[in-house]
């Protein structure tokens, strides 16, 4: 075939109406499918091309940001007809902006990209990259679910249509250099013909492969979506999430549909394994795949036995298990077993094979199969460039019609790179970066990684970008080096840091810093700290620090360290007791959650209880992404709805989860039982880090799933929850419900508490309204008179229940700001006020209040609040401890806010002033923390939080959805855009400028403008 233009239209031609892919709407099997035929992808194809050219858009880079589906195969093809060269990417997560747009911006401008295709739900996002990614706001923008078929007979093809670049296939490189690999159409049509071969039979008659892995990694795009295309096979497809939701949806999948082919990661084949049930596996039946490709690295000799012998008795052959090896400057596939022989494995020596020899040991590899037919492999020594023989080990080298063109617009790279020479100038070869062997049968074994890189759960991580964020998280950090150790068969990640003298003493602070800081900005765990005494680490004589040789200093114990930490790998949880189980009574409160998450970390990890800190991000725990699914489907079971598995990507630390469920939970309590249904359709998916490495880059997308759903199950927009007025912001733990300093036990003795004083405030205020009408009744007035005294009566009848409010409030202890045990006079003080609480935030009251900015400035006065005049606050907005409140004049508060002056942990209570100035607006679903500060004419958006002892300085604008880290400072004037995390203690000098989607890290200071 000679391009992928004439093959589709052939396809369409011969066989219009012939089904060519279904989508699962739900993932599955049964639910809601979408369906589109050669025919009907043909026509979508050209329409879109036609759409393109009439905007003028050539042979030029065009972005594509898609949700899982079948549009985005359609739009990829309309480039490809319209002679364009398509760039896929993860699509921005509205809801994430700040970790999602960046990467997206710095592709944008690396490919000048004029146009975006994308579909009309994402279109709107448009209008809020403009300030933090203006390439990708000047881009225009296309819905190509809009643009109607009728559109395909306008299509005239151009000459550059399945000529010259097919597209380019975005890696990682380091954080602010994207690469992209140039995929040409003659590249695309040689790997696809090399996949063809290597699966065999199982691409024949009636051949049909079942993929959840996303469009916009090479592993989905290539061996997911054009192989079946190429070999005129059938597609079934589901979206990342849904796999990661329920596993064995996958094979459910395959079973009902009869799958020959499917692939994913070495993680999702662990992962299903461990989840399926033996009634399960019954139900299934596996006889039709033939082909089972795993194209990750390392391929883990334990998964691929736990597989084989958890699905054997749902009829999956041992030989339909394929290990394979790729990457994107190759388009795809360069390596796969053959059949029949697909999973040799080779036990080595770990200290040999570090040496460079290949003895026997204890470590299992497992073999990648062999380089295909049409491939050339090489083992080369990096350093002389010589070609070395079986059984030594060196960096693959490829050469192939398969390997790519280059990197775009990086000649320099591109020389590196993909125009490699030996010592005997044979050449060109593409460079792998990838240190391997093949053994006298021309097996191939990847055993690492030559370029500075390390692979942490499947992702790519740079250490000079760990090692800028320990530079930044501790004024006594000098210098630092990252790197990785194996541990249990697994990449960790390790750091050797230079501790200033003068801090020598607070090593232990330096630790803790270390490690939220590398969980918080790269959301990794950290096995190993080494604190090593100033002039530690080796260092080169121009003052570079020497990766190598520290990590051997580490591994030999030859450092000068100061003090050492280490943490244990992360155990794989199996029956354990975590909490209450299933069946139990289901978890509501916010410290319950916490208290279950907190035992369910320290059984997993092997963390002791005590230091798993409520404010850690739990990837600082080192959860891989199947930990990351399985909490979320346990912690399911405990709350009594079925959680989306990216909840700890979208609350980070236990008492943003725990806040966040509880509040979900007071919302839905009056629809106690609802059925535990999928999120709705099109979920958007978001790479953590997208690989340069074909093969893992899959891996990594399944890990980065990230629903763009609001938390945890709500099927509303993120722009629908910004806009609703009712719903409470998340808070901090028990912020937005407190909880009573008493037993169980004595809950009978807070009621009756609560009714009493509901007697004596409201009884006597329907009595005094009662005696007014009486009154008026004998002095002769009609009834129609009574009728419009009733406001009157009714205003009376307030103010005296806010007199007796008054009365119990100077009555009642009063609980002093500090920290007081919660079974001490203030704990009891606290839980007065909290029944008091209760009495005045009755439907009656907020229902009075609702219109009466001086009624409401009365009942806050009244609990003891210093509230400046004319006061504005809208329905539900929530105010706690308001004798701890000051409020300042024409301050407003929207709907759904929460003002807290105190929070829980442990056994004690938080107790801190909150200090709101005059004209200041706090706008819906914003939560403001205990002790914040917060300046005259200030504005603070919708879902924003601040959390405990911010200062902001007055006239300040705080935009939407910002976060604002503990003890941060914000001057007078400052400005900070939508979308803005900034870390613990970061210093905004006054007149600052902060644009929307950044990201500060912990201890930031940002100038003046």
């Known amino acids: 075939m000679s391009d992928l233009v004439t093959l589709v239209s052939e396809r369409a031609a011969g066989q219009p109406g012939r089904l060519f892919a279904r989508y699962l709407e739900t993932g599955e099997s049964e639910g809601l499918i979408h369906e589109l035929s050669y025919g009907q992808l043909e026509e979508r ?12 858009c050539g042979a030029e880079p065009v972005l594509l ?10 739009a990829f093809l309309g480039c490809v007809y319209a002679g364009a060269i398509a760039v896929p990417l993860a699509p921005p997560n509205p809801k994430r902006l700040p970790r999602t747009l960046p990467r997206l911006e710095r592709v944008a401008a690396d490919c000048r990209a004029r146009f975006v295709l994308t579909t009309s739900d994402l279109a709107p996002l448009r209008a809020r990259t403009a300030e933090g990614a203006p390439h990708v706001a000047a881009a225009e923008w296309i819905a190509s679910d809009a643009v109607d078929s009728s559109r395909a007979d306008a299509y005239s093809r151009p000459t550059a249509a399945g000529q010259g670049l097919c597209h380019l296939q975005y890696t990682s490189g380091s954080t602010g250099a994207p690469k992209g690999v140039r995929v040409s159409h003659s590249n695309v049509l040689h790997n696809l013909e090399l996949m063809k071969q290597a699966v065999g039979q199982g691409m024949g008659e009636g051949a049909h492969e079942v993929t959840w892995l996303p469009g916009y990694h090479d592993m989905g795009l290539i061996g997911g979506l054009l192989q079946p295309l190429y070999h005129n096979a059938s597609l079934t497809l589901m979206a990342p999430v849904a796999f990661l939701r329920r596993p064995l949806r996958w094979l459910e999948a395959i079973s009902r549909f009869r799958g020959t082919v499917s692939g994913a990661p070495d993680f999702a084949y662990a992962l299903v394994a461990k989840r399926a049930t033996d009634a399960e596996v019954a139900a299934l039946d596996l006889s039709s795949w033939t082909t089972a490709f795993c194209g990750a690295e390392p391929i883990r000799a334990s998964t691929v ?9 749902a009829g999956f052959a041992a030989s339909a298990f394929a290990p394979t090896y790729g990457l994107a400057e190759a388009t795809l596939i360069v390596a796969m077993g053959s059949p029949g022989a697909r999973n040799k494995t080779l036990d080595v020596d770990p200290r040999a094979l570090a ?4 003895e026997p040991g204890p470590r299992t590899l497992v073999s990648s199969g062999q380089i295909l037919s049409g491939c050339e492999g090489r083992i080369v020594d990096p350093e002389t460039r010589e070609v070395q023989p079986p059984n030594h080990t060196g960096e693959l080298w490829i050469a192939s019609g398969s390997v790519a063109c280059g990197y775009w617009e990086r000649p320099d790279a591109t020389a590196e790179v993909f125009q490699a020479q030996t010592a005997a100038g044979e050449g060109p070869y593409l460079r792998t970066g990838d240190l391997a062997f ?11 990684r030559k370029k500075d890189v390390l692979i942490v759960h499947g992702r790519n991580v740079y250490p000079n970008d760990l090692e800028e964020s320990v530079k930044a998280c501790h004024p006594g950090v000098r210098s630092a080096a990252a790197f990785g150790v194996e541990v249990d068969d697994e990449e960790r990640v390790v750091l050797a840091i230079e501790v200033d003298r003068r801090s020598r003493d607070d090593l232990a602070a330096i630790h803790r810093a270390v490690l939220r800081a590398i969980a918080t900005d790269h959301e990794l765990a950290v096995f190993g700290v080494a604190l090593l005494k100033r002039g530690g680490l080796p260092v080169t004589t121009s003052g570079k620090v020497q990766r190598f040789a520290a990590r051997s200093g580490y591994l030999e114990g030859s450092l000068p360290e100061l003090a050492r930490f280490e943490g244990a790998a992360p155990a794989v949880a199996g029956g354990d007791a975590r909490g209450p189980q299933a069946g139990a009574t289901r978890l509501r409160r916010a410290h319950e959650i916490a208290a279950w998450l907190q035992a369910w970390i320290a059984t997993t990890t092997g963390y002791d209880p005590e230091d798993v800190d409520l404010d850690m991000p739990l990837v600082g725990y080192g959860l891989d992404s199947a930990q990351a699914v399985e909490l979320a489907s346990e912690l399911g079971d405990q709350v009594g709805q079925e959680l989306d598995p990216a909840l700890t990507f979208d609350y980070p630390t236990i008492r943003e989860i725990s806040g966040a469920l509880a509040a979900e939970g007071r919302s839905a309590k009056a629809d ?9 359709a099109d979920p958007q998916i978001e790479a953590k880090s997208p690989r340069d490495d074909a093969t893992q880059g899959a891996n990594e997308s399944a890990e980065g799933e990230t629903s763009s759903q609001p938390p945890p199950t709500s099927p509303a927009s993120v722009a629908e929850r910004a806009a609703s007025e009712a719903e409470p912001g998340p808070g901090l733990l028990d912020s937005a419900e407190p909880i009573p300093p008493l037993s169980e036990g ?5 009621d009756a508490a609560f009714l009493a004083l509901l007697s004596v405030i409201v009884g006597p205020s329907f009595v005094a309204a009662g005696a007014g009408a009486r009154l008026l009744h004998q002095a002769g007035v009609a009834w129609w008179g009574l009728i419009l005294a009733l406001p009157i009566l009714a205003i009376l009848a307030l103010f005296v229940m806010a007199l007796l409010t008054w009365a119990v409030r100077l009555v009642l202890p009063r609980p002093e700001p500090g920290i007081h045990p919660l079974g001490g006079p203030a704990g009891r003080a606290w839980g007065l006020h909290f029944v008091l609480q209760r009495v005045v935030s009755l439907p009656l009251w907020r229902s009075v209040f609702q219109s009466s900015g001086a009624l409401r400035w009365l009942l806050l006065r009244a609990l003891g609040a210093d509230v400046g005049f004319r006061l504005r606050t809208a329905m539900d907005a929530e105010i706690l401890d308001a004798h701890l409140l000051t409020i300042g004049v024409d301050a407003m508060l929207s709907g759904g806010t929460s003002v807290s002056a105190h929070l829980t942990a442990g056994d004690q209570l938080h107790l801190a002033r909150v200090v709101i100035g005059a004209r200041v607006e706090l706008w819906a679903g914003a939560s403001v923390a205990l002790g914040c500060e917060l300046g005259e004419q200030t504005r603070v958006g919708c879902r924003t939080m601040l959390l405990p002892h911010v200062k902001v300085g007055p006239r300040c604008t705080i935009g939407n959805f910002a976060r604002i880290g503990e003890a941060s400072r914000i001057g007078e004037g400052a400005w900070i ?33």
């Open 45 to 56: 194809s050209r329409a879109i091309a036609a759409e393109l050219l009439e905007r003028g």
């Open 746 to 750: 004595n809950l009978i003795l807070l």
């Open 65 to 74: 940001l898609f949700p899982p589906g079948l549009e985005f195969l359609s």
């Open 977 to 1009: 855009g939508d979308e803005v995390i900034v870390g613990r203690g970061c210093v905004i000098e006054a007149g600052a400028r902060v644009p929307a989607g950044t990201r500060l890290a912990p201890g930031s200071r940002v100038a003046a403008s």
């Open 355 to 358: 040496e460079g020899r290949i």
């Open 438 to 448: 093949l053994d006298p049968e021309g097996e191939l074994y990847v055993v690492g």
């Open 672 to 680: 106690e039982a609802p059925s535990a249904q999928e999120a709705p």
């Open 305 to 313: 036995s736990a597989f084989l012998g958890r699905f054997a008795p």
